[in-house]
C-alpha cells in the first residue's frame, strides 16, 4: 500500500470545499469551518512493544516525544489514512485494550489482509455477517460467515485483528460508496493501489459493456472517468 495521495479531477470554485456554497454563520462572516478527524487515542500497557506492532504494519511512524518522565506521545499512520493513532505515557486513563473494533477501509481487502499476513501478523479470515452485527462479534462463532460478501458487495466483507494489548481493528472493504458520502465534484484515492483497484474494476466493468454494445468502444478513457466518479459517490453507474 502506497501512502500517497491520489487527486483526481480540480473542485470548481466556490466558498466552501469542494465549491459548495454553505449558509453562513449568523452574525459572522465566515462560512461553517471544516471539521476533520485527525487522530485517536488508543490505551496500551507497554508504549515501545505497541510502538513495534504497528510499526510492523508498515505504518509510518510520525512522532515520539517525551517531557519528562510522565509524558511520551508516540504517532502513527496506517498508509493512505488522513486519520492517525497515538498512544503513550500520561495521555489516557481508559483501560489498555478497550479501543474496539477501529475501521480500517480497503478497495480490496483481500490484498490488504494478505500483506498484515506478510508481515507476520495474526488476522482472520475474509468473513461476511449472517446475523447483523457479527463483525462485532469477536469469538468468531455469532454469525460471522467465511468468505467475501455475496457479489463482493461494498461494505459487506471484513477481517478482524488485534494489537498486543486487545485494541482490535477491522478492515472493511468499501468499493462503491453510499450516495452522500463523497462529493461527486472532487473525486480523490487515498493512494496509488486505490487508484489502480478502481481501474481495476472500471475495465472489468467497461468489459461487460462493450459486449453490450456489440463493439469497441473508443471513448473508454470517458467510460473509466465516469465510472470511477459514480462508484466512489455512490451514484448512478455507467452501463
Known amino acids: 500500500m502506497s501512502g500517497a495521495r491520489v487527486d483526481v479531477g480540480i473542485s470548481p470554485g466556490g466558498t466552501g470545499a469542494a465549491g459548495i456554497d454553505r449558509p453562513l454563520i449568523k452574525g459572522r462572516g465566515a ?27 508498515g505504518w509510518r511512524l510520525d512522532a515520539d516525544r517525551a517531557a519528562g518522565d510522565n509524558i511520551r506521545i508516540v504517532q502513527l499512520t496506517p498508509p493512505g489514512s488522513d486519520c492517525s493513532i ?16 477501529l475501521y480500517l477501509i480497503v478497495s480490496d481487502i483481500e490484498a490488504a489482509r494478505a500483506e498484515l499476513v506478510a ?10 455477517e449472517g446475523a447483523p452485527g457479527a463483525r462485532f462479534q469477536h469469538d468468531g462463532t455469532n454469525g460471522r460467515v467465511s468468505g467475501p460478501a455475496p457479489d463482493d458487495a461494498s461494505y459487506g466483507s471484513f477481517v478482524s485483528f488485534s494489537d498486543p494489548d486487545g485494541n482490535s481493528w477491522l478492515f472493511q472493504e468499501v468499493t462503491t460508496r453510499l450516495p452522500g458520502r463523497v462529493d461527486p465534484a472532487a473525486t480523490s484515492f487515498g493512494s496509488a493501489s486505490d487508484l489502480a483497484s478502481a481501474m481495476r474494476r472500471a475495465s472489468a466493468a467497461h468489459g461487460e459493456h462493450e459486449k453490450r454494445i456489440g463493439e469497441a468502444d473508443a471513448n473508454w478513457p470517458d467510460w473509466y472517468a465516469a465510472y470511477m466518479v459514480a462508484e466512489q459517490a455512490g451514484t448512478e453507474l455507467p452501463t
Open 86 to 101: 497515538q498512544f503513550g505515557t500520561g495521555m489516557t486513563s481508559a483501560a489498555p485494550g478497550s479501543a474496539p473494533d
Open 31 to 57: 462560512s461553517i469551518v471544516d471539521m476533520k478527524l485527525e487522530v485517536i487515542v488508543i490505551p496500551v500497557t507497554d508504549v515501545d512493544r505497541a510502538k513495534e506492532f504497528y510499526g510492523s504494519l
Open 119 to 128: 508481515r507476520d501478523a495474526e488476522v482472520s479470515e475474509v468473513f461476511h
